[in-house]
């Protein structure tokens, strides 16, 4: 399989793994941003869908930042009605 250099695509992908990880882990992510330690809960998979990221794009396109964008976009904006100290 080639490695995807286009953004835009990449940025598809990014956000595809980051819808995942908020639909498999919604406890998981909700429960991190009331307690204030979203980061913490979801480490391991987040790190495991940025491994999953980098695995299929260059590393030209590793480096924007998609991937880390894309858990801010949809894992975390998506969250805004929980309860936190964080807003």
Same mark, same amino acid.
């Given at each position: 399989? !080639?490695? $995807?250099? #286009? ?8 956000? !595809?793994? !980051? =819808? ?6 919604? #406890? ?9 330690n979203l980061f913490e809960v979801m480490h391991e998979h987040i790190e495991e869908g940025r491994a999953l990221f980098k695995s299929r794009v260059t590393p030209e396109i590793y ?6 964008? !894309? $858990?801010?976009?949809?894992? $975390?904006? =998506? #969250?805004?009605?929980? #309860? =936190?100290? $964080?807003?």
């Open positions: 399989m !080639a490695l $995807i250099e #286009k953004p835009e695509r990449a940025r598809q992908l990014a956000r !595809a793994i !980051a =819808s995942d990880l908020t639909l498999y882990h919604e #406890k998981e992510i909700v429960e991190g941003i009331e307690n204030d480096h924007l930042n998609l991937y880390d964008r !894309a $858990i801010v976009d949809v894992m $975390i904006k =998506s #969250k805004g009605h929980v #309860k =936190s100290r $964080i807003w």
